[in-house]
């Protein structure tokens, strides 16, 4: 069966021109595509990350560094104190056990290691312990470190980059037509706002969203091209998992095809940008966690999740090395 036509004119485009950004027009069309095209439509993401991309497939991890009353109200977290959950509530991990912690990711299989604290922001002196374990991770372990620290100012990112810090996480979550839907306790611009600011630092940007949460396949498009704009260095993608006591607790998941074709769809709009799978997977794509390599990622969360548990740490580094091997001659 021949391919797609669109799906084979539109790849061969980005595959020689891979720094001309695809038209929102494509990319809404890319979004219509079903049926017996999504196969196509995946391998032909595969194909544009391969062309683009090293052939290693990198590996994440994080710690819940400080869990529980955060003062947001976003609708699908079960650490926000809007909600009813039975997170644990605790405060700021002490820098030897964050860097223990590392250690222990390190030498489990994992290139990038990220703090990750619940709240708004953190405070200046919680800036300084986290400063401490960076400095401290970077003298111990070989990993890339990053941090997920919520709203940041200009100076507490400059700091955070002078102790080592590589990459600074902030997801946008969703489209900005969609977010009043999602948070209300602060504003789309202060999240944009914080992303510029861990850039002009130094560190490399690190944004994307939760998919599934009632959001559209335009809003999605909408996502995609607003980190375009921004110029993100790597997109975490994450799946909701409907946690009890949410506001979402009862929205129905993702199918596994609708989830990879928006993997693929971020490719698309992405080719040379690392796309990571994170929370959510196991939930969503079930027995099709594998096939995340084939529909464009070629980064993924190992380990657990901030409230939630990932799969089997072997399990994981296993699936990466049976995709890599078929990937070397």
Same mark, same amino acid.
């Given at each position: 069966m021949a391919i797609n036509p669109f799906l084979q004119s539109l790849t061969e485009k980005i595959l020689e021109t891979p720094t001309t950004p695809i038209s929102m027009k494509d990319a809404l069309a890319l979004t219509r595509v079903s049926g017996?095209?999504?196969?196509?439509?995946?391998?032909? #993401?595969?194909?544009?990350?391969?062309?683009?991309?090293?052939?290693?497939?990198?590996?994440?991890?994080?710690?819940?560094?400080?869990?529980?009353?955060?003062?947001?109200?976003?609708?699908?977290?079960?650490?926000? #104190?809007?909600?009813?959950?039975?997170?644990?509530?605790?405060?700021?991990?002490?820098?030897?056990?964050?860097?223990?912690?590392?250690?222990?990711?390190?030498?489990?299989?994992?290139?990038?290691?990220?703090?990750?604290?619940?709240g708004e922001r953190l405070t200046d002196h919680e800036i300084d312990t986290i400063c401490a374990a960076t400095s401290e991770i970077k003298s111990k372990a070989s990993l890339t470190v990053c941090g997920s620290l919520g709203l940041l100012t200009q100076a507490q990112a400059e700091r955070l980059r002078e102790s080592g810090m590589s990459n600074y996480h902030h997801n946008l979550e969703t489209a900005e037509s969609f977010f009043p839907r999602i948070c209300t306790t602060h504003t789309y611009a202060e999240d944009i706002e914080t992303l510029k600011a861990a850039t002009s630092s130094g560190m490399n940007a690190c944004s994307g969203g939760i998919l599934g949460l009632g959001e559209s396949w335009e809003q999605r498009v909408e996502l995609a091209f607003t980190l375009k704009t921004i110029g993100v260095k790597r997109i975490p993608i994450n799946f909701l998992h409907p946690i009890p006591g949410t506001r979402l607790e009862h929205q129905r998941p993702l199918s596994p095809m609708d989830a990879l074709k928006a993997i693929a769809l971020f490719r698309f709009i992405h080719p040379q940008t690392d796309i990571t799978i994170c929370g959510g997977r196991e939930h969503t794509l079930k027995d099709y966690q594998s096939w995340i390599f084939m529909a464009g990622a070629n980064g993924v969360m190992i380990g657990n999740y901030?409230?939630?548990?990932?799969?089997?740490?072997?399990?994981?580094?296993?699936?990466?090395?049976t995709w890599q091997r078929l990937r070397r001659p």
């Open positions: 017996n095209d999504i196969p196509d439509l995946l391998a032909c #993401a595969h194909k544009i990350t391969a062309a683009n991309l090293p052939k290693d497939i990198f590996t994440c991890t994080i710690i819940n560094a400080k869990s529980g009353m955060c003062s947001q109200d976003c609708a699908f977290c079960a650490q926000s #104190a809007h909600h009813r959950t039975n997170v644990q509530i605790y405060p700021l991990m002490g820098e030897k056990e964050m860097v223990e912690q590392a250690i222990a990711m390190a030498a489990a299989g994992a290139t990038y290691f990220s703090m990750v604290t619940s901030l409230t939630t548990r990932g799969r089997d740490m072997g399990m994981d580094l296993e699936m990466i090395d």
